[in-house]
């Protein structure tokens, strides 16, 4: 094999690699692990084997959703790259570098998405989960893989943030509780919903650096339709859900440690959504930070969850 060819390889192999967003595949692992760690709290045991299997159908179905809006984004994430690249937004910036086209990244979300659904089936039929096993998955295939897809394409409905909220908040956790019970908690209702506002958070912030693009690309999101000034209080509002919810979790059953835990992602959330509310959108390098902290206060708060329910 010629070196040019290794070269190559190495390149694909590269792109590919950006094109799965591994620094961004824990903001729906996290969830799911945090409801495997709810359902181990009530019932005692721990299935691993399930849990791995559960593991690969959650990430399979975020590398298609990933690959599904690198394809179908590709016009304003072009613009976004020309306006000035972000970390959080914008796109790879894969395809447009011409490493990978974008029927190639097609083709990749509709083989993620069908392994996703060939595990799912092994789960359900190889392990004896319940029967909500492949709607619960459906939901997440089909909140996925239609993100960005035509002709649904959530994210330029004006609601698809709020997709993002159910599919990335309520449903990991949901189903990481349910595979090995077969049954729903009351808390698996309440803990999801700072995990929710948090991701929608995450979505938010990161359409405020694509806002110039999105707006010439035609792409209807909740940012270009509300516009920037009301978004940063949208941002603002979401917080607070975020904490209100956290503490009334405590007063539905969660250890009331999740308080501290939680400690660092609120005070987080705190100083982003006053300095949203302040105009601080407006640079872009300071709106860098912010899109990296929404991350921040997104993980810290399935974390904080995790680490009360495991220790409690």
């Known amino acids: 094999m010629s070196s040019e060819a290794i070269v190559t390889i190495w390149d694909k192999s590269k792109a590919w690699f950006t094109l799965a967003r591994p620094q961004f595949l824990s903001v729906g692992v996290l969830p799911f692990i945090l409801g495997f760690i709810m359902a181990r709290h009530d019932e005692g045991f721990f299935h691993w084997a399930l ?3 559960g593991v690969l159908s959650v990430i ?11 394809c179908f984004d590709y016009q304003e994430d072009r613009i976004s790259g020309e306006i000035g690249r972000s970390r959080f937004a914008g796109g790879t910036g894969v395809i447009q570098s011409g490493f990978v086209s974008r029927r190639d990244s097609f083709i990749g979300s509709v083989v993620a998405l069908s392994l996703a659904g060939i595990v799912g089936l092994i789960i359900w039929v190889g392990y004896g989960t319940g029967p909500l096993t492949i709607p619960l998955g459906l939901i997440g295939m089909i909140g996925g893989f239609l993100y960005s897809t035509p002709p649904v394409r959530w994210v330029s409905t004006g609601i698809g943030e ?14 990481g509780y349910y595979l090995p019970t077969g049954r729903f908690d009351y808390l698996t209702f309440f803990v999801p919903i ?21 707006l010439s690309a035609g792409k209807q999101n909740f940012l270009v339709r509300f516009g920037r000034v009301r978004g940063a209080q949208i941002y603002a509002a979401a917080s607070l859900i ?15 440690t999740i308080l501290a835990y ?14 949203m509310l302040q105009g601080k959108w407006e640079n872009r390098r300071e709106l860098e930070v912010l899109c990296g902290l929404s991350i921040f206060v997104n ?14």
């Open 194 to 214: 700072p995990i929710a506002a948090s991701i929608f958070n995450v979505i938010l912030a990161n359409e405020f650096p694509d806002y110039v693009s999105d």
């Open 60 to 70: 399979l179905i975020m590398l298609s959703t990933y690959w599904a809006g690198e």
């Open 299 to 312: 993980l810290g708060t399935s974390l904080a969850y995790i680490l009360a329910i495991y220790w409690s």
């Open 51 to 53: 849990f791995g299997w």
């Open 162 to 175: 709020i997709w993002i909220g159910l599919c990335y908040g309520f449903l990991p956790v949901l189903t």
């Open 242 to 256: 975020m904490w209100l919810g956290v503490v009334v979790s405590v007063f539905v059953g969660v250890p009331a």
């Open 262 to 275: 939680s400690l660092p992602s609120s005070l987080a959330a705190l100083f982003v959504s006053i300095r």
